[in-house]
C-alpha cells in the first residue's frame, strides 16, 4: 500500500512565476491537507481539502490555491511567486476526521 | 502568535538515555497533540498522539506526559538511539482532521 506520494521532488522557479505541485493521498484517505515548512520551521498550515471543497484555511494569501479531484488526489498552485514562498511543501492525508500521514514533500527553490 | 511552544530547540543525549522535549499551548480547545519524527529530506512520520482524557500515553520506548491543567505535554524517549537523531515536532489540533499547529522543532542528536 503506497503512502502519501508528492510530485515533483525538487522545483526551482524564478520570482513571478506560478508553480503546481501535486499529491496523492494514502489508499482510503479523502481528506487532503496542505502545508508549507521554512528551512528550520515547524510545518504552517495552508489549506484542507475535503469532498473536492476548500474545508478550511490558515493564514495565507491568496496567491496559494488547490484543488482537490474525484479520486482525492491534490494540487497546490502558487502564483506570483516569492523570494519567500522557498520551502518544503508537505501533503497530508487522512481518513475523514482522523490522523494525518504526510508526503515527502516538494521542495520548492524561488530564484 | 506561537500557537504551540516547544523547548529545547537542540538536544545531545548519550546513548541509552531519556531524551524529554516540552510543549506547552495556549488555546484550551485543542484536543488532540501529535508528536512527529522528521528526518532530513523526508516528510514528518506520526510517533505518538494523545487526547486530554488521559495524563500518559506509552508505545514502545515513546511516552507522552500530558498535564492539562498546565497545558503542557512532552515527548520521553527511553533508552535513546543514534537512529532516534531528527527533528521532534510537537502538533496540536481542535479534533482530528482539522488544522495542525505545529512546534518550531528539537533536534535531537544521540551520540554513541
Known amino acids: 500500500d503506497a503512502g502519501v506520494t508528492q510530485s515533483p521532488t525538487h522545483l526551482i522557479k524564478t520570482r513571478g512565476q506560478q508553480v503546481t505541485l501535486r499529491c496523492s493521498p494514502k489508499?482510503?484517505?479523502?481528506?487532503v491537507s496542505w502545508y508549507q515548512q521554512a528551512l528550520g520551521q515547524g510545518p504552517q498550515f495552508i489549506f484542507q481539502?475535503?469532498?473536492?471543497?476548500?474545508?478550511q484555511r490558515g493564514n495565507f494569501p491568496d496567491r496559494f490555491s488547490g484543488h482537490q479531484f474525484p479520486n482525492y488526489s491534490s494540487e497546490l498552485n502558487v502564483n506570483a511567486l516569492l523570494l519567500g514562498d522557498s520551502a518544503l511543501y508537505l501533503c497530508?492525508?487522512?481518513?475523514?476526521?482522523?490522523?494525518?500521514?504526510f508526503g515527502p514533500g516538494t521542495r520548492l527553490t524561488v530564484t | 502568535q506561537q500557537q504551540v511552544k516547544q523547548s529545547p530547540q537542540s538536544l545531545i543525549v548519550q546513548k541509552g538515555g531519556i531524551s524529554i522535549i516540552n510543549c506547552a499551548y495556549e488555546n484550551t480547545a485543542f484536543d488532540y497533540f501529535p508528536w512527529y519524527q522528521q528526518f532530513p529530506g523526508k516528510g514528518p512520520a506520526l510517533l505518538i498522539a494523545?487526547?486530554?482524557?488521559?495524563s500518559e500515553k506509552k508505545e514502545g520506548r515513546f511516552t507522552i506526559s500530558f498535564n492539562k491543567s498546565a497545558k503542557q505535554f512532552s515527548l520521553h524517549i527511553m533508552d535513546s538511539q543514534p537512529g532516534d537523531s531528527a527533528t521532534y515536532f510537537c502538533?496540536?489540533?481542535?479534533?482530528?482532521?482539522?488544522?495542525?499547529?505545529f512546534g518550531t522543532g528539537t533536534s535531537l542528536t544521540v551520540i554513541p
Open positions: 502538533a496540536a489540533s481542535g479534533f482530528l482532521g482539522n488544522q495542525f499547529y
Open positions: 497530508a492525508s487522512s481518513p475523514g476526521e482522523a490522523e494525518q500521514y
Open positions: 481539502y475535503y469532498e473536492e471543497e476548500e474545508r
Open positions: 489508499s482510503g484517505h479523502d481528506t
Open positions: 494523545i487526547r486530554p482524557d488521559v
